[in-house]
């Protein structure tokens, strides 16, 4: 049964590789507002952006306690909490150990294997279609340290089927993809999100975020924080969450960058509904 569940998982991911259109442009700077992670070494590969709104714990770690206290003591180690360092975690498909048992996902950070994956993940298809490209994933982690001293780790990477976005990151700095919020308006814009999601039922994207302003009804005039998708606008926040990222995004638009954040595009009755992972307000 568990071959049986795998293979139809494997099928509909690779069923969704086959939908997805890739630039070919080298991938663009990447950072959240609060600090910037570092891209991986290339070379495994030309290093892909994965997903980042989820949390996947690390297996294994208790094998490679010194590879993780190497990886405290590097820039992570400046961060405010000794507890939850940020990191840059590699992703790559191990050989297979033995006829019987399929490939496996390991975890890489600084060059060096610091655990694996389980196979429930179904993250094996995605990062295969990545090696047979010659490319490798690579996502946001955290690494803990529990009070007898020993590390953890874990990932912040989506669901197997939205971990790969279907466009590059190229000049966006992006928001941290914490706490999901609805994007509204998208009923003016079903033809290009019918188009973005093609047969899927869901996938994610790399989003622009711009300021502009509601036009009509009650909050006219009130700035917007507009969402972008392959240069067209497919929706916009509500006013009142638009005030509550302006923090977040006015730094950014001052220093002439681009903010950006991670989006999923999802089918429901009611047509292609959008929903972007932004950082967690504070109370």
Request: with cysteine; hydrophobic share 45%; aromatic share 4%.
């Amino acid at each position: 049964m568990e071959w049986l569940l795998a293979g139809v998982l494997a099928v509909l991911v690779v069923g969704w590789l086959a939908l997805r259109r890739r630039s070919t442009e080298p991938i663009g700077a990447w950072g959240v507002v609060a600090g910037t992670l570092p891209e991986p070494s290339p070379a495994a590969g030309r290093g892909v952006r994965l997903s980042s709104f989820g949390r996947v714990p690390v297996l294994g770690t208790g094998e490679h306690q010194a590879e993780l206290a190497a990886a405290a003591r590097g820039p992570a180690a400046a961060a405010p909490t000794a507890r939850n360092l940020p990191v840059t975690a590699v992703l790559v498909t191990a050989p297979a150990v033995g006829v019987d048992r399929p490939g496996a996902v390991a975890v890489e950070v600084d060059g060096r294997q610091v655990g694996r994956l389980a196979p429930e993940c179904g993250y094996l298809p995605v990062l295969a279609y990545l090696a047979d490209r010659g490319e490798v994933g690579w996502c946001p982690a955290r690494l803990t340290r529990g009070a007898g001293g020993s590390y953890g780790l874990y990932l912040q990477a989506g669901e197997a089927d939205v971990l790969l976005p279907r466009n590059d990151p190229n000049g966006l700095d992006l928001l941290e993809a914490h706490a999901p919020v609805p994007v509204i308006g998208t009923e003016d814009t079903q033809p290009i999100l019918e188009r973005l999601l093609g047969a899927a039922a869901r996938a994610a994207f790399f989003a622009g975020l711009e300021l502009g302003r509601i036009a009509g009804g009650r909050f006219d005039g009130e700035p917007a924080l507009q969402v972008m998708i392959g240069g067209a606008v497919v929706g916009h926040l509500t006013a009142s969450v638009t005030q509550d990222y302006l923090g977040w995004v006015q730094p950014v638009l001052s220093a002439g960058r681009r903010p950006g954040a991670e989006a999923v595009l999802h089918r429901t009755p009611r047509g292609v509904q959008v929903t972007v992972h932004l950082p967690p307000i504070a109370d």
